[in-house]
Structures are given as C-alpha cells and as structure tokens.
C-alpha cells in the first residue's frame, strides 16, 4: 500500500495531476493488502489489541435497545390514534403514552425480569454462565465483613450468585448436625431437618452434591441408598452441598431452586463445590481461631496461678522464718517488733496478689530509690529459713541505691537462691555477692550444688512453666527472674557443670532496675 501509494503521488507530482488509472486501482490494492495486514497483526503482538466486551455492557445495551424499540412502535402507535381519533385523538394519545410509560417503568422495576434477560443474554451470548473474576470478587467482599457471625457470612457468600428462596447452614459438633444459620427457615424446620437426617451424613462421605428434585425420580443417580418416602415430604430444599476439611471440620449447606438461573447443569455445580471448599476452610479457620483464643485464656490463667503460687509461697518462707524464731526469741521485744514488721509485710504482698487477681491484671510496679544492701539483706534473712544458709559479700558502698520496684528485685533475687538452695546439699554453700563492673551493677549467686548440664541451661532453664520439682515448683523463678533483668536492659549470664554447682550473674545497669 506504501509503495502504491508512493507510485500514484509521484506520477501525480511529475505530471501535475492525479492519473484516474491509478486512483480506480487504489481500492483494489487496498483489497489485496487487507489480509496481508491481518496475518501481520496475528503474528506481532504488540499490535494486537484484546477487545472485552462485559456482561453488564450487553445487559444495559439490550435494555437500552428494548426500551428504544417499545418507545418507538409506542410513538407509531400514538401517532394513529391522533390521526384515526378524530376529536378525542389528542387526548387518546397523550393517554395512551401514559399508560404505555408506566408500563415500561413497571417492567424495569421488575425483578423477575431482570434476572429473566440476564440469564438469556448468558445463556445466548457468553460460552460461560458466570463471570468468575467478578463473582469473586464479591465473594471476596462478602467474606470481609464485620460484626456479623461467620456462619451467617458463610450462608450469604453461597447463596449470592444463585439467589435461593432458602438456605441454611448446619455443621457437625458431637457427632450431631447444630443449625448456625438460616435465611427465610427457622432453625428448628422440619424440612431442613429431614434433610440432615437423611441426607447430609450421605452427601459429606461421598463428597456428593445431592440434587433433591433429581433423586425423586431416580434414587440411582447417587452412590448411596437413601429412603424415597422421607424426600417427598422435602419440597423446601432442592440441593444439599458437603463441606468438610482435612482437619476434621464437617458440615452441609441446604439450598431451595435458585431463581437467579434457570436450570442447573454441570458450570452450577462446580460453583457450588468450589464456594463450598472455601467455606469449609473459612470456618475451621473459624473455629480454629476460637480454639486459640480459649487456649491463651487458660494459659493466661495458669500463668496468674503460678505467680500467684509463687507469690504465696514467698510469704509463708516469711510466715516460717518467724514462727521457727519465735521459739528461741518470743520474749525478746525486738523479735516481736521483727515480728510485727513481717506481718505487716506479708500483708501487704497478699494485698497485691489480691488486688491482681480482682483486675485480672498485672498490678503496676512501684518504682522508687532503695538500698541494694538492705535488699539483699532482706533476701538472706528471709532465705535463712532453709539450708545451706546464704552468706551476702557486699562490696559496695553501704548508701549504693538503685531506682526500681524493690518487692519484685526481692522476689525475684530470693526464687534464684531458694532455686540454689534445693540443689544443694545442707552442708554445702551458697553466697550471694554484690559488685561493681563497668557501668553495670554486678549480683552474682553461687552455690557448689548439683549443677546444671549446658543443655539444660539452653533449653529448659528459662522455659516457663518447665520444672525439675515435679509438683513442688512452678517453673516460672527462673523465667521471672530473666524477664525481668531484659525488661530493665539488664541480662542475665549462666556458668555451671554438672556436679561442681552453678553461677548466676546479674547484669543490671546502675541507672534503673
């Protein structure tokens, strides 16, 4: 075409004027060209251009065409009753114009006929009966939503590309079918009832979309028996869809003749088996999550448990230590100010485990300058009720303060040489040093006991809740006391061999605790 064209302007430009010879024969070249033009666009695909006409596109259109032919042949008419109407034609065709506009808008509004014409364009116009990426998308979308139950969720995301009159969803717990959700029914309908009866069990085993109206007239179309009297009685229901898992989720979905389609064939059937595997996957996830979420509050619990026996048992180490005293000291008025001063301490930390377990929280920590020896010391006293009793080296000076929550420090300081103490022998020893290195605050507690193996140390020391006692500890000392040390920036060091005793260090930066 290039080269014709080439050749009819320049004889043109040579012999100033257009050669009609040429310009007849223009069209014809164009004609020769054309497939030649084709076959190039097939092969380079950059001039390819993939044309997608939607189904909303045709829908609207044909709505469009028909609302233009019924006006038109309305405007035919209109014009023959003016001419044919003599007097009373004006006032005929302005009421036949009426009349046929509120027909038009009638049929609009309809529903029923909606749907009717898209399921003929579909049917007429388009090799598939549904446009996957849009359906889903809304599937999609109605998986989404918030503040309505899961199950409800599930029922709507099936039932919207079909439009069923009823529906229901029913899943499998202690071997019995429990109704979660309905749309139109009851929960307690009989007809819905008679098919989990009698169908579901059947249609979940063999993984089998049970069309109700079809096994009415031939029980053979389904590998299993099922009783013929009890479906007739089903007049409600139309399709019954398994849902199940591999985690051993279980459930069907009850379906009544959709009216969004006219019949349904295999395309329908694949649909309802893919939204129904995504919905079994949608629930047990479901379900799953609420398993998570009763696991984590009972592990909540037992961990308030164990603190709270932790707690305990650190006031009657105080209880003890008085009552073995008072033996030898009950008369001495300083002992019974010693004992008072306990009291009153154990006191206060059962007024916290109280004032925890009431807020079901963590009570907040009192931070605030205090004595490290005088802590310490607290420490070895109250620990001196047990065997080998702990020696306190302090090298620091006596006035050294340290900004924290002084009763945890303590608390956690007394678990770690009550830990020292029950791998040690009686006639062993323990000691509890108090140091400078660096920048950092330097605890270190020591014993000669059974020691720990490196192992241990990496996988099990710091585990909560794993202990060594049996039921004598809590296995949370340990992972208290390492928690806490990280929470201040702080961390914690660990030497120790089996049979020659273990070394704990406790980093803590001067600043805080």
């Excluded at 109407?85 to 005929?92: E, L, P």
């Excluded at 909540?300 to 006031?315: E, G, I, Q, W």
């Excluded at 241990?456 to 809590?474: E, H």
Aim: charged fraction near 20%.
């Amino acid at each position: 075409m290039f080269a014709f064209d080439f050749a009819l302007y320049a004889n043109a430009l040579i012999t100033s004027g257009i050669s009609f010879d040429f310009w007849s024969l223009r069209g014809f070249v164009a004609i020769l060209a054309a497939p030649l033009v084709l076959l190039s666009a097939r092969r380079i695909k950059r001039w390819s251009t993939k044309i997608y006409v939607s189904r909303d596109v045709i829908y609207h259109s044909t709505l469009l065409l028909v609302a233009g032919g019924y006006l038109l042949v309305m405007a035919l008419v209109g014009y023959y009753i003016r001419y044919a109407g003599g007097d009373w034609g004006s006032m005929a065709q302005n009421g036949f114009f009426a009349l046929s506009a509120l027909i038009l808008v009638s049929l609009f509004l309809s529903e029923r006929l909606r749907k009717r014409l898209k399921v003929q364009i579909t049917k007429h116009f388009f090799a598939n009966k549904y446009e996957y990426r849009e359906e889903w998308m809304k599937f999609a979308a109605v998986l989404e939503e918030d503040g309505v139950s899961p199950y409800s969720i599930a029922l709507k995301a099936i039932n919207q590309p079909f439009d069923c009159q009823y529906a229901g969803l029913a899943i499998v717990e202690n071997s019995r079918y429990v109704v979660k959700a309905t749309y139109n029914i009851r929960d307690d309908d009989s007809q819905a009832q008679l098919c989990l009866d009698h169908l579901a069990g059947q249609a979940i085993e063999h993984q089998w979309i049970v069309d109700i109206e079809e096994l009415k007239e031939d029980t053979s179309v389904v590998p299993f028996q099922v009783s013929t009297s009890q479906l007739q009685q089903i007049t409600k229901f139309c399709y019954v869809i398994p849902m199940s898992t591999s985690a051993g989720f279980k459930g069907v979905i009850l379906l009544s003749a959709p009216s969004a389609i006219h019949s349904v064939n295999w395309e329908d059937r694949d649909l309802m088996r893919a939204i129904s595997r995504q919905l079994a996957v949608f629930l047990n996830l479901h379900r799953s999550n609420l398993a998570l979420a009763e696991s984590q509050q009972f592990d909540t619990f037992n961990r308030m448990s164990a603190y709270l026996v932790h707690d305990l048992k650190n006031v009657l180490a105080q209880l003890q230590l008085m009552s073995k005293n008072a033996v030898k000291h009950k008369h001495n008025p300083e002992f019974i100010d010693d004992a008072f001063e306990t009291v009153d301490s154990a006191a206060n930390r059962l007024a916290k485990v109280v004032a925890h377990l009431s807020k079901k929280q963590r009570v907040d920590t009192v931070v605030a300058p205090f004595q490290l020896k005088a802590a310490l010391e607290q420490v070895a006293q109250s620990r001196s009720i047990s065997k080998p009793i702990p020696q306190l080296a302090f090298s620091l000076s006596e006035n050294f303060e340290l900004v924290g929550d002084q009763d945890r420090f303590v608390n956690v300081v007394s678990h770690l040489v009550q830990n020292a103490q029950d791998a040690t022998a009686e006639d062993g020893l323990i000691s509890i040093r108090a140091g400078k290195q660096a920048n950092e605050c330097l605890i270190e507690i020591q014993d000669n006991g059974e020691g720990m193996s490196v192992e241990f140390i990496d996988t099990r020391l710091f585990k909560p809740f794993d202990t060594t006692k049996g039921n004598a500890g809590m296995g949370v000392g340990a992972y208290d006391a390492k928690r806490f040390v990280e929470e201040l920036g702080g961390h914690i060091q660990v030497t120790s061999n089996v049979g020659e005793g273990s070394l704990f260090k406790l980093y803590l930066p001067i600043h805080k605790i």
